[in-house]
């Protein structure tokens, strides 16, 4: 069974359709990338996965489960957003361990998560900072770690390095590939960057006026005319 499934997934506001029965597959630990210009519904496109907007029509699949009306909580995906999102006020262990403590998770799970994302992401000189405190590249290993700590099915990733140097986008793009080849899991990743594409993705869709206008492996996607 594959992780996730679309099919004919549709969005509309009002009269204006945004995708037109998207057809998709997610494989257990795939590296997906969407790709397409600003406006063709990448965005879109994942909030319907990530549930924080309702599908118009069609059908939506976690491991074979019809999810299409499932709220985010259930489905078991996390979101890493362009503006990382983070509690201002509270310290980085704060914010790794925030939703942890909301759900009840016993306590030395809670270190035993928060003690594998600080490994991870390399986060132990800044646990006691707050994110006003931190670089940017800083603050997205933060939003990532917290994204982490959830061990979702699925991890969901937003334009992550939009808001970063060139530098620091081409260190946390490494990064990026070096923990999917770590965790093994399965990543859907919106970008307008073809390089980030390239190199982080097993599968590249290329969105156009929400519809798939080409699906593939980099190579064989770039190699065509
Ligand atoms: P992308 O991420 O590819 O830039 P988006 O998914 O953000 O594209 O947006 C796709 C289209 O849907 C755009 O034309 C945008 O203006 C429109 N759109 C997005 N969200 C809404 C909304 N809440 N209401 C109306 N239109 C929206
Ligand atoms: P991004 O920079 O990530 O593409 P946008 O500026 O397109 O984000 O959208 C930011 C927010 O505004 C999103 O929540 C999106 O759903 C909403 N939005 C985008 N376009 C419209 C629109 N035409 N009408 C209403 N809401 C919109």
Redesign the pocket.
Same mark, same amino acid.
């Given at each position: 069974t594959p992780t996730l499934q679309l099919r004919g997934l549709r969005k509309q506001?009002g009269n204006t359709t945004i995708l037109h029965g998207i057809d998709l597959t997610l494989n257990e630990g795939e590296f997906l990338v969407f790709v397409g210009p =600003?406006?063709c519904g990448k =965005?879109?496109l994942l909030?319907l996965i990530a549930g924080l *907007?309702s599908a118009s029509g069609g059908q939506f699949l976690i491991d074979g489960k019809d999810c299409t009306q499932a709220p985010p909580s259930e489905r078991g995906l996390a979101m890493v957003f362009?503006s990382y999102a983070l509690y201002p006020h509270m310290t980085v262990e704060q914010n790794l361990t925030f939703g942890m403590r909301m759900r009840g998770v016993p306590k030395a799970d809670i270190a035993r998560k928060l003690d594998r994302a600080v490994t991870v992401l390399k986060l132990q000189p800044y646990l006691q900072r707050r994110p006003g405190e931190l670089s940017g590249g800083q603050c997205q290993r933060v939003a990532i770690g917290r994204a982490l700590v959830q061990q979702p099915r699925v991890f969901l990733f937003? *334009?992550p390095l939009s808001n970063l140097d060139a530098e620091l986008r081409l260190h946390m793009r490494v990064e990026l590939a070096a923990l999917h080849r770590e965790l093994g899991s399965s990543m859907i990743y919106v970008t307008h960057d073809q390089v980030e594409a390239m190199t982080l993705a097993d599968r590249i869709v290329v969105l156009r006026d929400g519809r798939v206008e080409q699906a593939g492996p980099p190579l064989q996607l770039y190699r065509e005319p």
């Amino acid at each position: 069974t594959p992780t996730l499934q679309l099919r004919g997934l549709r969005k509309q506001f009002g009269n204006t359709t945004i995708l037109h029965g998207i057809d998709l597959t997610l494989n257990e630990g795939e590296f997906l990338v969407f790709v397409g210009p =600003s406006g063709c519904g990448k =965005s879109t496109l994942l909030r319907l996965i990530a549930g924080l *907007e309702s599908a118009s029509g069609g059908q939506f699949l976690i491991d074979g489960k019809d999810c299409t009306q499932a709220p985010p909580s259930e489905r078991g995906l996390a979101m890493v957003f362009q503006s990382y999102a983070l509690y201002p006020h509270m310290t980085v262990e704060q914010n790794l361990t925030f939703g942890m403590r909301m759900r009840g998770v016993p306590k030395a799970d809670i270190a035993r998560k928060l003690d594998r994302a600080v490994t991870v992401l390399k986060l132990q000189p800044y646990l006691q900072r707050r994110p006003g405190e931190l670089s940017g590249g800083q603050c997205q290993r933060v939003a990532i770690g917290r994204a982490l700590v959830q061990q979702p099915r699925v991890f969901l990733f937003d *334009e992550p390095l939009s808001n970063l140097d060139a530098e620091l986008r081409l260190h946390m793009r490494v990064e990026l590939a070096a923990l999917h080849r770590e965790l093994g899991s399965s990543m859907i990743y919106v970008t307008h960057d073809q390089v980030e594409a390239m190199t982080l993705a097993d599968r590249i869709v290329v969105l156009r006026d929400g519809r798939v206008e080409q699906a593939g492996p980099p190579l064989q996607l770039y190699r065509e005319p």
